[in-house]
């Protein structure tokens, strides 16, 4: 019978115990409180003051044997199956049976105590029907679910486990439930219906899905979930180390700033302690916060790589691995050090631990070098991978460099007409440089259009405030590098101009996809002229999978380019364009190629370091 992660964890604190003098108190089986039963008043906790769980639990490095000792392959989070995990939820009162069952805050999970309260992140929102064990679909407009109702589906690897169609299929707990109900989801999104049962199925999972459809919940649901429900997770004890069990990377400041409010509403009052760590920001705070005790870290790899070095944080524990925008974090930019971190800190080999990539985009060769931190995956590919939603109207007009400036003015003077007796809208405005952010912003302010900016030599206030002041509408245009193009989750853009294109059409896909959120409608204006020649071919490739209207001049444009001059369709070819790069004869191969379908095999795919940025050679980076 395979040992479980969970049960030799388990197995290794009763030994604990019993090998010592029974001088302190430890956890057992018996013992154990689940997270999500720790937050509850004073009167039902015992033994408040007691000593730390942790004091004499495993020391230092020997935590990592426990990982090497243990199995989570195939049987999934501790080896068990979501009906097992159900039938043991009732054992432990899971399934939020136990008011008054257990622990609070200041039990310790994560190292320290909790004595602090926990702010509600949802504010003063009425909680009345929270505890309500429906998901009101009539009461709660929340998504446009008619949006995602023929959206193509394609999932490849061994046993894949079955989509759910609801959240209370899904066995998240009922701390979980109350939270997504506080966020007023009533189903599931397509991305979080087949991806939660397939990690919380014990699987590695690879998945895109288009932007703003929910990815974001879809990889931190089953980490909470799974969190919840473990066994008591002995972590060892060394000075001013913290030991997460779970690691979210994402490529942006404002990216990991966002999964942390959302990790933070999702994981309110289960006991599950989330962390954001980011560079440009004074790491003191961050260290401090992160001495309180951290289950989830969430993080920006250059800060982690920082941490990790000072042997603040360490990966041992880690047994959910995410990366958020995995295509952007594995390219050339970030791949050395996201390799560094997954796979020469400490952190248990894959297999050992879940892990998950998620992005709207995943070309061929990113899936290749992805493939080296996933074991016996699953490939999920919701809609049309590498496209964008058909929820935002995508128009492309031919404006030469030195009209950009007055076209746009247009616009913003059309628009402003349109709205001016309803909602405020916002606009996102993409250039290529942080220079000439810096000019068209200044140009804007004079010519009375209230703007701001961010790009990467901003200070990290100075974007905090920028995007403050972007997302209250006090400044209702935000100029923008590629910084901001992925992941930012605004629900008032309405708006995406690319005033310069990016060389990349991925880029183009991120970018647009900031507006056309979670089933909402949106508009993205593309200025196009003989400067971006080469993108001509994929962007009239994109706009007619998503069914736009394609100007006869940029087909001509099209007709014209050559593979070679840019990256074109790299997602395996077929209209449902998310192909899972094993499926292709080109898997377990070496190969010279990229896997162009149809195409030649194009010189811009044979340098790997000619993929990722976004930005011509001799551009300087817009990212961090
Ligand atoms: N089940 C749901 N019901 C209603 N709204 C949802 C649901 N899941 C997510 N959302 C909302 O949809 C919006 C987009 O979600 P999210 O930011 O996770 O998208 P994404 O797929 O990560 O996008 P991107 O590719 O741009 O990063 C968010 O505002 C989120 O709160």
């Not at 969190?227 to 779970?246: F, G, H, K, S």
Request: contains cysteine; proline residues 5%; aromatic residues 8%.
């Amino acid at each position: 019978m395979s040992t479980s992660w969970a049960d030799s964890v388990a197995k290794s604190a009763s030994e604990t115990a019993v090998s010592d003098n029974n001088s302190l108190r430890r956890p057992t089986r018996a013992t154990y409180v689940p997270p999500h039963l720790r937050n509850r008043p004073a009167s039902d906790t015992p033994n408040l003051s007691g000593p730390s769980p942790e004091r004499t639990s495993l020391n230092g490095a020997s935590g990592g044997s426990q990982w090497s000792q243990s199995s989570m392959g195939g049987g999934g989070l501790g080896g068990r199956t979501n009906h097992e995990m159900g039938r043991q939820s009732q054992v432990y009162g899971y399934a939020g049976a136990g008011r008054g069952g257990g622990g609070r805050w200041n039990n310790r999970i994560g190292g320290r105590n909790r004595r602090e309260k926990e702010v509600n992140p949802f504010g003063d929102s009425d909680e009345a029907d929270v505890t309500d064990h429906t998901f009101n679909e009539q009461e709660n407009p929340g998504i446009n679910f008619d949006a995602y109702e023929d959206i193509p589906v394609e999932t490849s690897g061994e046993n894949v486990p079955p989509p759910v169609n609801t959240f209370t299929e899904i066995d998240l707990g009922e701390l979980l439930n109350q939270n997504i109900r506080r966020c007023k989801y009533v189903k599931p999104t397509p991305v979080q219906r087949h991806a939660i049962p397939i990690v919380l199925g014990g699987r590695d999972l690879m998945a895109c899905a288009q932007t703003g459809s929910g990815k974001t919940a879809a990889f931190c649901f089953p980490i909470i979930s799974g969190i919840m429900r473990e066994q008591y997770v002995q972590r060892p004890r060394v000075a001013r180390t913290v030991y997460p069990l779970a690691l979210i990377l994402s490529p942006t400041r404002e990216l990991s700033c966002q999964i942390h409010d959302e990790a933070k509403k999702f994981s309110y009052q289960t006991g599950v302690k989330v962390v954001v760590a980011y560079g440009g920001a004074p790491i003191n705070q961050q260290l401090r916060e992160l001495e309180r005790g951290v289950d989830i870290l969430v993080a920006t790899p250059g800060r982690l790589v920082d941490l990790l070095e000072r042997a603040r944080v360490s990966l041992q524990m880690i047994r959910y691995l995410a990366l958020d925008e995995a295509d952007r974090m594995l390219d050339m930019g970030f791949e050395p050090q996201i390799r560094k971190i997954v796979e020469q800190m400490g952190m248990p080999d894959r297999g050992m631990r879940r892990t998950m990539l998620f992005s709207a985009t995943f070309p061929i060769e990113i899936q290749r070098l992805a493939s080296d931190f996933l074991s016996n995956y699953i490939f999920l590919a919701v809609g049309r991978v590498g496209s964008s939603t058909d929820l935002i109207v995508q128009r492309v007009e031919f404006v030469q460099e030195s009209d950009k400036r007055s076209h746009l003015m247009d616009l913003l003077h059309a628009q402003r007409e349109n709205v001016a007796h309803s909602k405020q809208t916002l606009t996102l405005v993409f250039v290529e440089t942080k220079k000439g952010a810096d000019s068209l912003e200044h140009w804007l302010c004079i010519n009375g259009f209230p703007a701001t900016i961010i790009h990467g030599d901003r200070t990290q206030q100075e974007r905090e405030l920028a995007l403050r002041s972007f997302k209250s509408g006090k400044t209702p245009i935000l100029v923008a590098t590629d910084v901001a193009a992925r992941g930012l989750d605004i629900p008032d853009v309405a708006h995406v101009v690319n005033f310069d294109l990016p060389n990349d059409i991925d880029d183009y896909v991120h970018r647009i996809g900031r507006t056309g959120r979670a089933g909402k409608t949106g508009l993205a204006t593309a200025f196009f002229n003989e400067g971006k020649s080469s993108l001509a071919r994929p962007l009239a490739e994109l706009m007619q999978e998503a069914s736009q209207e394609v100007p006869a001049w940029l087909t001509r444009y099209a007709s014209r380019a050559h593979y070679g001059g840019s990256k074109t369709r790299r997602y395996g070819g077929g209209r449902f364009g998310g192909r899972d790069f094993r499926r292709e004869g080109s898997y377990g191969r070496n190969l010279d190629h990229y896997g162009l379908v149809g195409g030649n095999g194009s010189s811009a795919y044979k340098v790997p370091g000619n993929y990722g940025g976004g930005y011509a050679p001799g551009v300087a980076s817009a990212w961090d």
